[in-house]
């Protein structure tokens, strides 16, 4: 299977404590995204790469979130000082260059986390 | 700034029956494209069907069809002979066409669509 993947698929920690999320993006797939999705809700953006440059960050991206993209192309997503607002699925997306890509986004199973 | 609107935060259907569910959005953007995706429960989220926005006709894709009311603003998704396997959140979405490289997606808070047997 060659789609977007992430690791874990669950997490739960205590407050306080940091998380890492990985994404694997499809590999020939050159821009990268995650966002958030609360229960209830749909996804809400959080920030976007093109290859390896984090071009956008969006205001919900607190100074607790951190992410990378190192060589342009597995992406982590870090939380550091965890709190239980945080608790969300974290969905991780990618599309290729191109115009004929209709800008459609290819989403991983995306990252539990609960936050006690 | 984009928003997207689901008024309708459930809906059911009979197997083999159709059902509508509606959308609404908003944008400052001259071109743009609208999808509808499928989340099935505990599953990763996939794509039902696009629309340019440039284009007049409406997007079909075997059962799913859309009905676009650009001036309306309105982006409705028609599912006919409805399967067990539809069974799942919707979402409504929108991102720009052109204009940069980030091509976010706005979405709306989704329709949970369920099929009765």
């Known amino acids: 299977d060659t789609g977007v993947s992430q690791d874990p698929r669950h997490k739960i920690t205590k407050r306080g404590q940091n998380v890492t999320f990985r994404c694997d993006p499809i590999s020939e797939h050159n821009r990268l995204y995650w966002y958030r999705q609360t229960l209830g809700q749909g996804p809400e953006f959080l920030t976007y790469f093109q290859n390896e440059a984090q071009l956008e960050k969006s205001r919900l991206l607190s100074d607790r979130f951190s992410a990378e993209r190192p060589k342009g192309s597995f992406s982590t997503l870090e939380i550091q000082r965890t709190e239980q607002g945080d608790s969300a699925m974290y969905l991780c997306?990618?599309?290729?260059?191109?115009?004929?890509?209709?800008?459609?986004?290819?989403f991983g199973p995306g990252t539990r986390l609960t936050v006690l | 700034a984009q928003t997207v609107t689901q008024s309708q935060p459930e809906m059911s259907v009979q197997e083999a029956e159709t059902v509508t569910l509606s959308c609404t959005y908003d944008?400052?953007?001259?071109?743009?494209?609208l999808f509808w995706y499928k989340q099935p429960p505990s599953r990763q989220m996939i794509l039902v069907i696009r629309?340019?926005?440039?284009?007049?006709q409406n997007a079909t894709e075997n059962r799913f069809s859309v009905n676009f009311q650009k001036a309306a603003k309105s982006f409705s998704l028609k599912i006919s002979d409805s399967q067990l396997g539809d069974a799942a959140m919707y979402f409504c979405?929108?991102?720009?066409?052109?204009?940069?490289?980030?091509?976010?997606?706005?979405f709306g808070k989704g329709t949970l669509l369920t099929v009765n047997p």
């Open positions: 979405a929108l991102t720009k066409r052109g204009g940069g490289s980030n091509y976010k997606l706005t």
């Open positions: 944008t400052s953007e001259s071109d743009y494209y």
């Open positions: 629309q340019e926005a440039y284009k007049q």
């Open positions: 997306a990618s599309n290729p260059q191109g115009r004929a890509t209709y800008n459609e986004q290819f």
